[in-house]
Every structure is written in structure tokens, then in C-alpha cells.
């Protein structure tokens, strides 16, 4: 079957299993794909899999094993607000103070000011001791009023659990399960694999996940096509669109939108960058999820040793021997 010939089918969803494309169907290199399967044996990856129009065209490892996305946990919480803003149940201009947030050390009139949309670009300008985080890079406590400086704050990712908490009365989990899992018929996840880990530091716990590698390209899948899954909006295309765009300058050519990183084609400022331009999260260790628009494809890669796991630089290492397997015409065609 040619790349043409399937074209009227590249948008249909997974059912309860993915679908599965030989990779010569659609043109990739099985010579370039066992290379690559080879240097992902290195010992730092756990699974990995390319997603090329809805179907698997190369996986490789234990792609059902579950272990912690880490920080990919925040591009996941970003569905269920899209969801629920759109339900009006949370309101993106509400501030803390209206939400009623406080921590251990209370915070400042200036820093109450701070709105949701504010912590979902991680630009909330209270920069207090978080559950799983160091002082380091932290900014000096009122330096910056809400709104207007971007560092990446566990703070505010954390401060997000607890209100999507106190606004829907269901955990993160539960809700994630229930709004994002069992819609995109998701293989391996269940409730259980979500715990709060609460610390000293504050009021707010760290929600830590556990997902396989084929559930999460599931959700790359969601928000390559915009947030739709086969015939239904499950996620508003515009959250979509505003989510994978550039709020913050993090780096040349790196950008951070709303719990999503983005890279411009070949950013100077990200090593994970190549030739087209890409939105992707990612998580301490090797846990990746990237979606390549211009592609039509989702990549996905997992580590479980996050001690001997794979940094940016093996990342785009690992995802530039991916674009060399796929068919010439398809990549200049992107560019």
C-alpha cells in the first residue's frame, strides 16, 4: 500500500489497539530503523516508538511498561484544564487570592494577584520552597510581579493540582482517568497509578504519575490533531493551538507555552531541535513525548533508569536518526 493510498485513513484514532504500519508501506528506510533499534539498546532507553499517521511504524523495547513520566506530568494536567476551562468550571483569570491559595509561608497581597493562566505559563512570580525542587535558579521572592518573568516553578505546576482539585472535586488521577484515559482508550493506565507526595515545604504535594510509552503517544496523538480523537473534540482546538505556542522566550529558538515546550526548526537555543519545527514534553530522565506537525508524526521515548537516563543532546541524537529513516520527499516537503 502507498503513502497516497493511505491518505484517506491517516487521521482515524487507535481503537483498543494501535494499528501497526509496515515501515516500507509508507517509505521509511528498514535499513536506517535497525540502526536506530541497535543505538537505542545503549542501555539508557527503556522503549521507544514513532507514530506516523496515526499508526506505529517502528516501536522498539517494552512499550507497555509503566514507570514515572516525571516533569511529562505537567503537559498531562494541561488536558484536563483545557477541558474544564472549557466547561467553565475553572476560570483561566481567577487569582489566587480569588481561589483562596495560600502556603505555609502566606503569600504577599502582590503575589495573590497571580491568575491560573499565569501558573500555566510559569509565570507566576511567587517563588516559594515546593514539594521536589531546590532553591536553585529560584528568583529572590518579589523580584518579579506576577505575569511578567518565565522560570520554570514547581510551585506553580504543584499549586495547579490543588486547584483543579478544589474546582472539580476529583483528583488529578481520578480525573485523568476518567477525561483523557477511557476516552483515548488508553492500554496500561489506571487511577492507581497516581500518588501525592506531600513534603514539608508546602501546602501543596507533587502529583507523580505512571504511564507506558504507548499510552502517552496516545496523547501526542490528541494534540497532533489538534485535540480531536476519531469523531469527537475531546480537547477545544483552540486550547490546542494556544497551549503549543510560544508564551515565553526560554532559550533561541525555545519556547514555553502552556505546560509545553516549543522548538522553532533547527533552534539554536534547544539540542533536541531538527529541521522542522516541533512542540514536546518532557521529564527528568529520558521520558519524551514530541509532535512533529509538519511530519504527521508523534515520537515517544521512555526510560526507567532515569540514573543512567537520556538527557536533551541523546534525545535529539536519538530523534534525527528517526527523521533519517523517513522517506526523502516527505522531510523536504515539510521544510
Known sequence: MTRNQLADEDRIAPGAVWDELKPGDAGWSSEHLISLARDLADGRSTAFMIIDAGRIVFQWGDV???SSVASVRKSLINILYGTYI???RINPNNTLADLEIDDIAP??????????LDLLKARSGVYLPSVYDTDKGRPPRGSHKPGTHWFYNNWDFNVLG???ERQTGQTVFEAFASRVAVPLSMQDYSQDDG????GPESKHPVYKM???TRDLARVGLLYLRGGRWGDTQLVPAKWVHESTQPHSEIGEGKGYGY????????APGDSISTNVPMFYASGFG??????LPALDLVVVHKSARVDHGVNHARMGEILRQALAAMPDRRLAQAR
Open 195 to 198: 500518588h501525592f507526595h506531600y
Open 286 to 291: 529520558g521520558q519524551y513525548i514530541i509532535v
Open 210 to 212: 505512571r504511564l507506558s
Open 64 to 66: 507497555a511498561s509503566k
Open 162 to 164: 490543588t486547584i483543579l
Open 259 to 266: 505546560l509545553w515546550v516549543t522548538a522553532a526548526a533547527n
Open 107 to 116: 503569600l504577599t497581597a502582590m503575589e495573590k494577584t497571580a491568575t491560573v
Open 86 to 88: 472549557a466547561e467553565g
